[in-house]
């Protein structure tokens, strides 16, 4: 029967070779390299689970009253779209298990890139030939950053409508067009017009998971192409030779294992873990927030900033250049993201090695970059915490307004303290790993002389 | 004869060559050898079935009406089958598959001879332009100014070029103000230490210019030249953030504690804190500009009503926020 299977689809593909080379394409072994795998099934999952929303998602934003299920709400002036959401949630069979799963789904397929992000850049795998692999994940990231967005914002609930006028005020904030451009989204000024949620539907469910999909598909060819990376385990591996497990029968059920797993755990959070119960924020207006909002994990560093920032709006005369949002919106994560995607070039103009790596450093292995990284994640992470800053005070008593002036200024202090400690660390593992090299060939030598 | 014989004796050869050849055992093994693990197998088949039945209740789970707790239920019988699953694929990969640990070169780093080549054909394919440069320059610009009238289109999504409805709010003098469910605001009434959100009579309530925040303070703190504008000390700002466009819906007075030295309306999104009584300034947080101020007066029957248009633009700022004001 395998004969026949493999006879039939070589005679019309002629895809044999291709098949067999691919069945026994070695994967170097290291559980960080699974980090990867996990956003793409995160991916997989957001597809098939977003795909079932779209059956009862209604795009409008026409206004009903609501007379449903949920009796806090009843009687509510809302737009159909957050009805929709409703509806799914308590009157659909399986519903809010989809929509939840959907949910958990995406914020750990951004963690799941957010740390594979780190593992390829603290183990230097972004380098030759791999950097337009590297740069094209970056690309996946920024997307699925908005598509998270785009999709709690479609619900149309209080905490969307939030988010949506803080994504406007951002847009409004970019100098010299920010205004132009934000009323060209928005379809006009704040709320926007009818057709915004359209707008932000297709985009949602068709454009950004076809602009991931694609950029998925070259990133993956690219690493099959040029083979994984490994780290120096002993000494078959080399620059010229990979070591691994072979697709088939070794890897594939590993890998489908984890595919599985991924999915299991993210039903069972779907279905046991509440996650943004759009119902209790009830529906936005114009006029209405509510304290203690907050974003979706991914989306904490920005607002961190956005608070952060002191009172400045940049202006000449009366015509305003900057307005402040642009600090902590654009600007801010422009800077970060900046730095990432043109790191590999960076370090390749500074340091002058243009060449191939197939071998991984481990992170002490370049104590430059491990601080430079750290001070950054260091940065970031402050900012996020600093998000959560309103959090604090309410569990904890801490006055909001004094954690901010502590944030000012440790957000510029950690980044530097955190990376000469990383630096120092790495150093003396480095050397630690030297005496002990010595020490191990002065054995060796003081045998050979015994002997 | 002799060449019969030969053919003879070589055909045999080779038919009893070919045969043996055809009846050849085992052929050489791709994947490593490993011997059989029967427990696996058992730990397996228990793994499957327990898939089975996971799915099965998930099915059955499903088919039910009135089930308290449905969606919980229903994820742990999904996420319990998936998760079964995976252990199923964990064992096959540990115990019932071999773990071959293979080597094999890198792929090829590049291949110039074919890089020459590629450039070779593009070079001699464009041997019979003689003005290449020319032509280049020609055909980008044109191509890119088909790509820009392809662009343009997309304008229609909105106003580019007109931001004049930025300014506008439905605000102007003699309008009333109304609460939530329409009822007019009778000046007596407002409280100090209260929070009032106010909308204008028979305006959409969703324009961003809308929303007003309505609070009372002693009419001797606030600040002049404001004074005239808060009869009774009653005080209206823009309930939209001059920062983010969120509502700003926490009013901070010595009401609630920790109490804090006086009065400010607090935005929820970003902390931006605004003075009701100095002209809505911005005393904490990112907010770059004050939160425009609605000038108010009590007409006969003792309604609030708008005395004129906001002190400034309403809501989040952007590059003209402060060269133009308010309007109708």
């Keep these: 029967m395998i004969r026949a299977a493999v006879r039939f689809i070589d005679q019309r593909s002629g895809t044999a070779p291709f098949i067999?080379?691919?069945?026994?394409?070695?994967?170097?072994?290291?559980?960080?390299?699974?980090?990867?795998?996990?956003?793409?099934?995160?991916?997989?999952?957001?597809?098939?689970?977003?795909?079932?929303?779209?059956?009862?998602?209604?795009?409008?934003?026409?206004?009903?009253?609501?007379?449903?299920?949920?009796?806090?709400?009843?009687?509510?002036?809302?737009?159909?779209?957050?009805?929709?959401?409703?509806?799914?949630?308590?009157?659909?069979?399986?519903?809010?298990?989809?929509?939840?799963?959907?949910?958990?789904?995406?914020?750990?397929?951004?963690?799941?890139?957010?740390?594979?992000?780190?593992?390829?850049?603290?183990?230097?795998?972004?380098?030759?030939?791999?950097?337009?692999?590297?740069?094209?994940?970056?690309?996946m990231l920024t997307l699925a950053l908005l598509e998270g967005y785009l999709g709690y914002s479609l619900a149309d609930d209080l905490l969307s409508g939030m988010g949506l006028a803080i994504g406007y005020s951002v847009a409004m904030s970019i100098p010299f067009v920010?205004?132009?451009?934000?009323?060209?989204?928005?379809?006009?000024?704040?709320?926007?017009?009818?057709?915004?949620?359209?707008?932000?539907?297709?985009?949602?469910?068709?454009?950004?998971?076809?602009?991931?999909?694609?950029?998925?598909?070259?990133?993956?060819?690219?690493?099959?192409?040029?083979?994984?990376?490994?780290?120096?385990?002993?000494k078959r591996e080399t620059e010229r030779q990979v070591v691994g497990v072979p697709a088939f029968p070794g890897q594939a059920p590993r890998s489908l294992g984890l595919m599985f797993a991924v999915f299991g755990v993210l039903f069972l959070l779907g279905g046991l873990v509440q996650i943004n119960p759009i119902w209790l924020w009830g529906p936005?207006?114009?006029?209405?927030?509510?304290?203690?909002?907050?974003?979706?994990?991914?989306?904490?560093?920005?607002?961190?900033?956005?608070?952060?920032?002191?009172?400045?709006?940049?202006?000449?005369?009366?015509?305003?250049?900057?307005?402040?949002?642009?600090?902590?919106?654009?600007?801010?994560?422009?800077?970060?993201?900046?730095?990432?995607?043109l790191w590999p070039f960076l370090e390749r103009r500074v340091t002058g090695d243009v060449a191939f790596h197939n071998l991984l450093d481990r992170p002490r292995d370049n104590p430059w970059r491990t601080a430079l990284g750290m001070a950054l994640l260091t940065w970031v992470f402050l900012t996020f915490m600093a998000g959560s800053a309103d959090r604090v005070d309410v569990l904890f008593g801490i006055p909001y307004s004094r954690q901010i002036w502590i944030y000012r200024v440790i957000v510029w202090v950690g980044p530097l303290v955190v990376g000469a400690i990383a630096k120092r660390v790495c150093e003396e593992l480095l050397r630690g790993e030297q005496a002990h090299a010595v020490r191990r060939a002065a054995i060796a030598e003081a045998r050979l002389i015994e002997r | 004869m002799t060449k019969l014989k030969d053919w003879l004796v070589a055909g045999g050869v080779l038919l009893v060559g070919r045969r043996r050849r055809e009846r050849r055992p085992e052929r050489q093994r791709i994947v490593a050898a490993g011997a059989p693990n029967r427990r696996a197998e058992n730990v397996l088949l228990l793994l499957f079935f327990g898939v089975t039945l996971a799915a099965a209740a998930f099915i059955a789970v499903y088919a039910l009406d009135r089930l308290s707790n449905q969606t919980q239920w229903l994820g742990l019988a999904l996420g319990g089958s998936f998760c079964l699953?995976?252990?199923?694929?964990?064992?096959?990969?540990?115990?019932?598959?071999?773990?071959?640990?293979?080597?094999?070169?890198?792929?090829?780093?590049?291949?110039?001879?074919?890089?020459?080549?590629?450039?070779?054909?593009?070079?001699?394919?464009?041997?019979?332009?003689?003005?290449?440069?020319?032509?280049?320059?020609?055909?980008?610009g044109a191509l890119g100014a088909l790509g820009l009238a392809a662009l343009v289109p997309a304008a229609s999504l909105g106003p580019v070029l007109d931001t004049d409805s930025l300014y506008t709010t439905p605000w102007r003098k003699g309008r009333r103000l109304v609460d939530e469910a329409g009822k007019p605001f009778v000046a007596g009434d407002v409280r100090e230490q209260t929070f009032y959100t106010a909308y204008p009579e028979g305006g959409d309530r969703e324009l961003i210019g809308a929303p007003l925040v309505v609070v009372r303070l002693p009419l001797e703190e606030i600040t002049e030249p404001r004074r005239s504008w808060a009869p009774h000390g009653i005080v209206a700002y823009s309930k939209i953030c001059t920062h983010a466009g969120c509502a700003i819906a926490l009013y901070r007075t010595p009401t609630f504690a920790p109490t804090q030295p006086?009065?400010?309306?607090?935005?929820?999104?970003?902390?931006?804190?605004?003075?009701?009584?100095?002209?809505?300034?911005?005393?904490?947080g990112p907010a770059g500009r004050a939160l425009p101020q609605l000038p108010l007066l009590v007409d006969r029957e003792g309604e609030l009503r708008a005395a004129g248009n906001f002190s400034g633009p309403v809501g989040p700022s952007w590059w003209g926020v402060r060269m133009g004001k308010a309007r109708s």
């Excluded at chain 1, 099934?41 to 079932?52: K, Q, S």
């Excluded at chain 1, 006009?188 to 991931?212: D, E, K, N, Q, T």
């Excluded at chain 1, 998925?216 to 099959?224: G, S």
């Design chain 2, 85 to 140: 699953l995976a252990a199923a694929c964990f064992v096959i990969a540990k115990h019932l598959v071999v773990s071959e640990e293979l080597a094999e070169p890198y792929p090829e780093r590049e291949s110039p001879a074919a890089q020459g080549e590629v450039e070779q054909i593009v070079h001699e394919s464009g041997s019979r332009f003689t003005r290449k440069r020319l032509v280049t320059l020609a055909g980008s």
């Design chain 1, 178 to 234: 920010g205004a132009n451009f934000a009323t060209l989204i928005w379809g006009g000024p704040f709320p926007g017009s009818s057709s915004f949620w359209p707008r932000m539907f297709i985009a949602h469910v068709l454009i950004f998971p076809i602009l991931i999909a694609l950029l998925l598909t070259i990133h993956l060819v690219l690493v099959a192409s040029r083979h994984h990376t490994q780290f120096k385990a002993s």
């Design chain 2, 262 to 284: 006086r009065p400010a309306l607090v935005c929820p999104c970003h902390y931006s804190t605004f003075d009701p009584a100095d002209a809505g300034k911005v005393i904490f």
């Design chain 1, 20 to 139: 067999k080379k691919t069945l026994r394409y070695i994967f170097p072994d290291h559980w960080s390299f699974l980090l990867g795998e996990v956003a793409l099934y995160c991916f997989m999952l957001l597809v098939a689970t977003g795909v079932y929303l779209t059956f009862f998602f209604d795009d409008s934003v026409s206004q009903t009253t609501y007379h449903g299920p949920y009796k806090p709400l009843d009687g509510a002036t809302m737009s159909h779209a957050y009805q929709s959401v409703l509806h799914i949630s308590f009157s659909t069979k399986a519903g809010l298990l989809m929509r939840q799963t959907h949910h958990w789904a995406a914020n750990v397929f951004v963690a799941a890139i957010a740390l594979h992000l780190l593992r390829v850049f603290f183990t230097g795998a972004f380098r030759k030939p791999r950097d337009l692999t590297y740069l094209i994940g970056i690309g």
């Design chain 1, 284 to 341: 936005y207006h114009v006029g209405d927030a509510t304290n203690g909002a907050q974003p979706d994990w991914y989306l904490g560093w920005l607002i961190g900033a956005l608070r952060l920032v002191p009172s400045w709006d940049f202006t000449v005369g009366s015509y305003t250049v900057v307005p402040n949002p642009f600090w902590g919106g654009v600007l801010f994560p422009t800077i970060v993201f900046g730095i990432v995607a």
